[in-house]
């Protein structure tokens, strides 16, 4: 059963326009939610998180958006840059565990 | 520099050929994780480990050993591969809960 959810496993956006990655999840008990960008051959990189007290946390360029009651994420970039062209994973975790679910993953294509 | 370190990045090798793939971290990390990356399944843990001595299964532990003898270093132990383990593997380390992880730039294991 996949707690973490995205599914959608590609996106493309224009250079300069808004990309909008979404992340579903199913367990209750997730109280921090992170997303992840990874480049080929690289490992992933943190890029933004946020904690379940929260609905929304900004950096630069990326804000990360909290919908407990729908279960649901999204990390909006704006705007998009072509070196945002990557695959970004969202993951989540709980207190009480030591895990971090991943999801599926997303590929952006950020088009110049 | 802060970094988790894996070895090899790329390993060719035949069934039942006992290997270990090594991770190393400079941070002074309390936990780190092992995962795999298939497509179409995102990363997947396969142990993890919150202290010396102290590590527990993850959600795709059969087939792997770990071990973790000193802080700094939690290498993964193929000890009969298959060539179901064919994949990318990532070695991951945080401080501690709610905290993001940080990443190796992954072993790419085939096992024929």
């Known amino acids: 059963d996949q707690q973490v959810k995205q599914n959608s496993p590609s996106l493309s956006v224009q250079e300069g326009r808004i990309s909008i990655l979404n992340c579903d999840y199913t367990n209750s008990m997730f109280d921090y939610f992170l997303w992840y960008k990874k480049y080929p051959a690289e490992g992933p990189t943190f890029l933004i998180s946020i904690s379940s007290i929260k609905d929304k946390n900004e950096d630069g360029r990326f804000t990360v958006f909290l919908n407990k009651s729908a279960k649901h994420l999204s990390l909006h970039i704006v705007p998009s840059q072509p070196g945002d062209s990557a695959v970004y994973f969202c993951a989540a975790t709980s207190s009480g565990t030591y895990k971090y679910i991943f999801g599926t993953g997303t590929r952006l294509k950020v088009l110049a | 520099e802060a970094q988790v370190t894996q070895n090899p990045r790329y390993l060719i090798t035949v069934t039942g050929k006992k290997l270990t793939v090594t991770c190393s971290q400079n941070m002074n990390h309390e936990y780190m994780s092992w995962y795999r990356q298939d497509p179409g399944l995102g990363l997947r843990q396969i142990y993890y480990?919150?202290?010396?001595?102290?590590?527990d299964k993850g959600d795709v532990p059969e087939g792997y050993k770990v071990s973790r003898k000193e802080k700094r270093n939690f290498p993964l132990i193929l000890e009969s591969p298959s060539p179901n383990q064919t994949s990318l593997y990532f070695c991951a380390s945080r401080q501690g809960h709610n905290q993001p992880q940080h990443f190796g730039d992954g072993t790419r294991l085939s096992i024929l």
């Open positions: 480990s919150m202290n010396v001595e102290v590590t």
